[in-house]
Each structure stands twice: as structure tokens, then as C-alpha cells.
């Protein structure tokens, strides 16, 4: 596609359920972000996937968070036992891969954890 | 670790000034800097990528500066609109494994008519 495509744009779930998160990046990016923006927050990094390599987990805030990337294309964040700290928006950005790549970002997802 | 810091954290200017936004960053080990805007409850939308070898790019009434060795980025806006009105993020890319994004937390501007 034109662009990095997320769904869904919002979702509200009660507290104690799974939420999937799903990212679209652009047609022959080879890396994937996750970020996490909370309100009045700057964004924070949470994984980052590049081609075939292991992917790099380190800001995943907890256990309960994971994500996957299949055919090194679509992603799918999932929080499992969602909190209502994980209320926030969710943006997952694509890059080609090279060093001097820059990034395109979705237009995020909002959770709300009630 | 790298730190990123946005000067100032808010902005309001009358319409049809010129600005300048402020980033500074502390590990110069970088392969390139990006500016963004962020409108309220949107997405990122990416102005202006500096690679670590340039020193500016320009895109319309943008102009973005790099000063790799002293860690600093300059985005200017000339001419000043309100639908210029957003918060700007900078961003720079390490060239350290992991590759990820370190934002700064943004200017918010206000631009009045």
C-alpha cells in the first residue's frame, strides 16, 4: 500500500482482556517499529523487527506483551490481561532497512482500557 | 543512552512569524536525524530526514540544520500559518545495533491568526 496501515484505529476493552493490534507497513520495508505514545508522553520503543533477524524486544514493558511479524510483512502487537496503564496510543512505523532510512508512521492505534 | 531534548516544550507566535525549534541530542553516533509533525489524536507525518553526513534539508517553508558534532538540530519555519499549529517531534536513528528512534518530547506550537 501507499502507506503504513493500522487497525483498528480505536479499540476499547475491559481490563483483564487480550487486545491485537495489527500493522500494515509499506510494500518492501524490510523493518517494522512498535511505539508507544501515552497521553502527554513522548513515544516509546517497544520492538523493532529487521528482515529475517531475531527481533529486538528490549522495550516491551512486560510479559504480557508480544508481537509477531509473519512473511516479514504484516505485524500483530498483543497484550495479553490488558491494564488500564496500557490505555495509550499505539503507532507502528516501516523503514526500508538501510542505514540512512527514514521512517513512515502509521496513523496509530488508541486503546482504552476501562 | 542516548537523551533527546526539545526547547522549547511550547510555542504560541502570532501568524507570519519566522521560528526556530530547538533539538539537542547527547551520542553524536548517529546515521540520521528526522522531524516530524504530530496533529492531536494523529499519527506522525515525517517533514524533513538529515542524514549524519549533510548539514540541512529544505522542504517548502522548512528548513532543518544538523550539527552532528555539538548534538543539535534546528528546524525553521518561515512565514509562520496557523494550520502550522501541531507538535514537532525530532528523532534521531542510532547506528548502534537495534537501529530504533530516540524522540524528543516534542514542541507543541501555536500558531494564532
Known amino acids: 500500500g501507499a502507506g503504513v496501515s493500522q487497525s483498528p484505529s480505536n479499540k476499547v476493552t475491559e481490563k483483564g482482556k487480550d487486545v491485537e493490534l495489527r500493522c500494515d507497513p509499506i510494500?518492501?520495508?524490510?523493518?517494522l517499529y512498535w511505539y508507544r505514545q501515552s497521553l502527554g508522553q513522548g513515544l516509546e520503543f517497544l520492538i523493532y523487527f529487521q528482515g529475517n533477524s531475531a527481533p529486538d524486544k528490549s522495550g516491551l514493558p512486560s510479559d504480557r506483551f508480544s508481537a509477531e511479524r509473519t512473511g516479514g510483512s504484516v505485524s500483530t502487537l498483543t497484550i495479553q490481561r490488558t491494564q488500564q496503564e496500557d490505555s495509550a496510543v499505539y503507532l507502528c512505523?516501516?523503514?526500508?532497512?538501510?542505514?540512512?532510512?527514514?521512517?513512515?508512521f502509521g496513523s496509530g492505534t488508541r486503546l482504552t482500557v476501562v | 543512552k542516548q537523551e533527546v531534548t526539545q526547547i522549547p516544550a511550547a510555542l504560541s507566535v502570532p501568524e507570519g512569524e519566522n521560528l526556530v525549534l530547538n533539538c539537542s541530542f547527547t551520542?553524536?553516533?548517529?546515521?540520521?536525524l528526522q522531524w516530524f509533525r504530530q496533529d492531536p489524536g494523529k499519527g506522525l507525518t515525517s517533514l524533513l530526514l538529515?542524514?549524519?553526513?549533510?548539514r540541512e534539508q529544505t522542504s517548502g517553508r522548512l528548513n532543518a540544520s544538523l550539527d552532528k558534532s555539538s548534538g543539535r538540530s534546528t528546524l525553521y519555519i518561515a512565514a509562520s500559518q496557523p494550520g502550522d499549529s501541531a507538535t514537532y517531534l525530532c528523532?534521531?536513528?542510532?547506528?548502534?545495533?537495534?537501529?530504533?528512534?530516540?524522540f524528543g518530547g516534542g514542541t507543541r506550537l501555536m500558531v494564532k491568526p
Open positions: 510494500s518492501g520495508h524490510t523493518a
Open positions: 538529515i542524514q549524519s553526513s549533510q
Open positions: 551520542d553524536s553516533a548517529i546515521y540520521n
Open positions: 512505523a516501516s523503514s526500508w532497512g538501510g542505514q540512512g532510512a527514514g521512517y513512515t
Open positions: 528523532a534521531v536513528r542510532h547506528n548502534n545495533a537495534g537501529n530504533m528512534l530516540t
